[in-house]
């Protein structure tokens, strides 16, 4: 019997023949793909299928268990959701960066060698990148070249700690990793980024609120996601982890209450989110791995319903920030009702997704007693609620009144946040079909009267806080503003650099011209060899060290604009990284 | 061209006291449940009356104290970059 296909190739195979369909039958065609990706999961083999020999290695292209097939499942059933959400886009580039990406994060799923994980990585990155770019702003522009580079980073740092991992241990194949010497730390920085663990987080709401509308839904969905897969299987019970996932659910919440773009808060509410499931592999138990998969199940869902219904607004009425919002629940209820669900799901309320699926990570860290975790998972709970849960919906579709009267976003869409509110509400009400899916077997009950009980009043009584300050006029009015994050440690430097090149390098150039000016008109008094000097001299300090910061000047020009001119900037982190990389070959030759 | 429908119920002054009402009432029957409960716990302050409830509203209302400190220190004008 022939394997089933790897399910990545289905979609890149199928990204590559988008733009021979029109019309009807390219809507047809997307939504094809992710039905067959879907129907081939169900017949891929497990264990290992698909390998080939490569040098002296192996590439395997599917490997199966059970913590693959769950985020499989979960890729698939999102990339259907969103090629539905994104139907009535007619730009080609789009569709197929969206194929690509899902396939790139199948790809990393059930890639079983580091090799092959290599690429679906890069992969993923160079996708993901379009679907920023297609927005063709000014300012998405500028965003897809910061998301690259710090993209562009990570896989560097994964690819040099991959060399390592294979010269020092001599296989691709990986598993477990844990973190004990240089290769597995750099593979971890890589994964890491991807993750947008602190401090290499600040890409993730830089980029994703200036996606497309329908790119942000596939970006919510992959990108974080497939690394807590990759962390999952590599880093289990790392203690780094445990307590970067800890102070990942809590301090973006705090920017989440004072960012004004609305895409912005549910950027920084996922990166809340995914602390869970870092949090989640820091334990490492089976209880707490469960708790990562569901968790990063459901949050997917929820997420990506969050992100489709704050798109349909900006589709519909070309606003996003808190500041010009407000009362669109009179014309969009649909959207709103949508939202609200998604809210109530990522605030894990009783009967929603987000509740069935956090309770086991928050179980897990009980279990092993971290006290101090416990805690800030808790504050984080009713966080979340505060930002992701009330904030969004009641600045959209509440609070004061806009003016706004727009319509219910086109068919497609209203189909993709009804399909995407329901599973959120199936599996509140139902968690068993997600419970049969995780990697350990089950032993949860996650609605005891207590546990409701409880998890209902850190709830609501959150929402009185909220209820309480907005009518006191103390809760933090939405204001137009940057806020800065650690990406200012990158950018201010960088900022600095170039302009150091312009100017003060450019003025020592001039001061050093003037002197070699004023010293060869000093030899002219002396008559012998006098032009032969000059010549040497004017060629010395004339042309090499008055050009040279002329050429350094030219050089970081690029970098400045942050302009059209990426392949330059490819250069500029390429040679560096060639060089690390034959000075790590020299010595672990 | 027909007009658009609109649903008006927050409008009224009236029907918002009303949501705010329910809310109210539901926190609390929260709060009187809270003492019929029989509790499994993992740590014995769980046990405590309405833990979970002084817990949520202490952590949302430093929550809103501290987001606006962080303001002070974060905030820039909006083409701080540019």
Same mark, same amino acid.
């Given at each position: 019997m022939t394997s089933a296909l790897p399910p990545a190739m289905i979609f890149l195979v199928g990204a590559v023949l988008v733009p021979l369909f029109r019309g009807r039958a390219k809507q047809l065609y997307l939504l094809t793909l992710p039905v067959l990706a879907g129907l081939d999961l169900l017949y891929l083999p497990d264990g290992q299928s698909w390998t080939t020999a490569f040098l002296d290695y192996s590439l395997i292209l599917c490997r199966v268990d059970r913590l693959s097939l769950a985020f499989g499942y979960v890729f698939v059933l999102i990339s259907f959701i969103g090629t539905i959400y994104s139907l009535?886009?007619?730009?080609d580039v789009q569709h197929v960066a969206a194929l690509s990406y899902a396939g790139g994060a199948l790809g990393v799923t059930f890639a079983g060698d580091l090799f092959s994980l290599y690429i679906f990585w890069e992969l993923m990155a160079l996708a993901s990148v379009v679907l920023i770019l297609a927005r063709r702003t000014e300012d998405s522009r500028k965003a897809a070249f910061r998301y690259f580079m710090w993209h562009f980073f990570g896989g560097l740092c994964l690819l040099a700690g991959i060399i390592l991992f294979v010269i020092t241990r001599g296989t691709t194949e990986f598993n477990?990793?844990?973190?004990?010497?240089t290769a597995s730390l750099m593979i971890f920085i890589g994964f890491c980024l991807n993750a947008a663990v602190f401090p290499f987080h600040s890409w993730l709401p830089d980029a994703y609120p200036r996606a497309t509308v329908t790119g942000a839904v596939f970006m919510s969905a992959l990108t974080t996601k497939s690394a807590v897969y990759i962390l999952a299987r590599?880093?289990?019970?790392?203690d780094i982890l445990l307590w970067a996932g800890a102070f990942m659910t809590c301090f973006p919440i705090f920017y989440a209450v004072i960012v004004n773009d609305m895409r912005r808060v549910l950027a920084y509410s996922l990166i809340n989110q995914v602390g869970f499931m870092v949090c989640g592999i820091g334990i490492g138990s089976q209880l707490a791995i469960n708790g990562v998969v569901a968790h990063a199940f459901c949050h997917i869902i929820y997420k990506a319903l969050l992100f489709m219904s704050t798109g349909a607004v900006l589709y519909m009425t070309g606003k996003i920030r808190g500041t010009d919002?407000?009362?669109?629940?009179?014309?969009m209820p649909f959207t709103a009702v949508c939202c609200m669900v998604g809210a109530a799901s990522i605030s894990a309320f009783?009967?929603?997704s987000g509740f069935v699926s956090k309770s086991l990570t928050v179980a897990a860290v009980a279990e092993s007693h971290h006290v101090i975790v416990w805690f800030m998972l808790l504050f984080a709970s009713a966080g979340v609620f505060h930002h992701a849960g009330i904030k969004v919906p009641f600045f959209i /579709?509440?609070?004061?009144?806009?003016?706004i009267r727009s319509k219910e976003p086109p068919f497609n869409m209203r189909i993709a946040m009804g399909m995407a509110a329901f599973i959120c509400i199936f599996l509140g009400v139902y968690p068993a079909p997600l419970y049969s899916i995780l990697p350990y077997p089950v032993d949860f009950v996650p609605y005891t009267a207590f546990h409701v009980v409880g998890m209902l009043q850190l709830l609501m009584f959150g929402a009185l806080a909220f209820t309480m300050l907005i009518l006191s006029g103390f809760y933090p009015a939405e204001q137009r503003a940057v806020n800065l994050d650690t990406d200012w440690f990158v950018r201010m430097p960088g900022r600095v650099f170039v302009r150091f090149c312009h100017r003060p390098l450019q003025a020592i150039a001039r001061v050093v011209a003037s002197w070699v000016g004023s010293v060869v008109t000093g030899f002219r008094?002396?008559? /012998?060899?006098s032009l032969e000097i000059e010549k040497r001299m004017d060629w010395f300090f004339h042309t090499l060290l008055v050009e040279f910061p002329d050429r350094i000047a030219q050089l970081v020009r690029p970098l400045k604009t942050e302009k059209s001119e990426l392949s330059w900037n490819v250069v500029y982190i390429l040679v560096p990284f060639i060089l690390l990389f034959i000075a790590i070959l020299m010595v672990y030759r | 061209m027909k007009p658009q429908k609109e649903l008006?119920?927050?409008?009224s002054e009236r029907n918002r006291l009303k949501v705010r009402k329910y809310f109210y009432v539901s926190l609390v029957v929260l709060l009187i449940i809270d003492f019929f409960l029989h509790k499994h716990v993992h740590?014995?302050?769980?046990?405590?009356?309405?833990f979970y409830a002084v817990y949520g509203f202490i952590a949302c209302v430093s929550l809103i104290f501290v987001a606006k400190l962080l303001r002070l220190l974060v905030k820039r004008r909006e083409d701080y970059y540019d």
């Open positions: 009535h886009v007619k730009d477990f990793i844990g973190l004990t010497d590599t880093f289990p019970g790392n919002l407000g009362g669109l629940y009179k014309t009783p009967l929603f /579709f509440f609070g004061h009144d806009s003016g008094s002396a008559p /012998f060899r | 008006t119920f927050l409008d740590f014995s302050w769980e046990k405590a009356p309405c």
